[in-house]
T-cell receptor, first 112, second 109 residues
Framework: DGGITQSPKYLFRKEGQNVTLSCEQN?????MYWYRQDPGQGLRLIYY???????QKGDIAEGYSVSREKKESFPLTVTSAQKNPTAFYLC???????????FGPGTRLTVT | KNEVEQSPQNLTAQEGEFITINCSYS?????LHWLQQHPGGGIVSLFM???GKKKHGRLIATINIQEKHSSLHITASHPRDSAVYICAVLGGGADGLTFGKGTHLIIQP
């Protein structure tokens, strides 16, 4: 049963703490992406990776970091430097860069 | 940078009605995506198209490259079609997809 999983679905953290969001895919896709969604706004690209051990900043990378050590996994760390971390985070993957994308269920992060 | 505008922002219709959601963009693109987001937040890719028309079940997507415009149509709408429909474009100088803000559709029984 192929797909993309994100965990956890809901995450609560105190301000000043780093937090890592998980994204795993078993679709054998080369490309993976992290997006942020805020109420009333379109999705915005945080980071993307076209291949293992390589990734590029998207439009709003400040305060975030990623790694791509395995093809299946693309974790996102929200650091304490991110000024407004509370948001809905979506991970996606695709066969190649910017081909049709398949989305995970998302993680809703609340930082207080 | 590409500007992606969707209309309407909100749409409420009765079951069975024909639905049209529009998307326009400002800069030439290589492809356009239509996505569906349900209340739980998960997103499903409906179509990716670069020209002409695609059909899947009761859903039809069209694109006019010259006019920089795409439409998503739903025939015989049903309450389960209630969701946010998002248009996203690829190309036009941006890294990755540029997303519209979405159209919130409610189909009443």
């Amino acid at each position: 049963d192929g797909g993309i999983t994100q965990s956890p679905k809901y995450l609560f953290r105190k301000e000043g703490q780093n937090v890592t969001l998980s994204c795993e895919q078993n679709l054998n896709h080369d490309a993976m992406y992290w997006y942020r969604q805020d109420p009333g706004q379109g999705l915005r690209l945080i980071y993307y990776s076209q291949i293992v051990n390589d990734f590029q900043k998207g439009d709003i990378a400040e305060g975030y970091s990623v790694s791509r050590e395995k093809k299946e996994s693309f974790p996102l760390t929200v650091t304490s430097a991110q000024k407004n971390p509370t948001a809905f985070y979506l991970c996606a993957s695709g066969r190649q860069a910017f081909d049709e994308q398949y989305f995970g269920p998302g993680t809703r992060l609340t930082v207080t | 940078k590409n500007e992606v505008e969707q209309s309407p922002q909100n749409l409420t219709a009765q079951e069975g009605e024909f639905i049209t959601i529009n998307c326009s963009y400002s800069v030439g693109i290589s492809a356009l995506h239509w996505l569906q987001q349900h209340p739980g937040g998960g997103i499903v890719s409906l179509f990716m198209l670069s020209s002409g028309k695609k059909k899947h079940g009761r859903l039809i997507a069209t694109i006019n490259i010259q006019e920089k415009h795409s439409s998503l149509h739903i025939t015989a709408s049903h309450p389960r079609d209630s969701a946010v429909y998002i248009c996203a474009v690829l190309g036009g100088g941006a890294d990755g997809l540029t997303f519209g803000k979405g159209t919130h559709l409610i189909i009443q029984p």
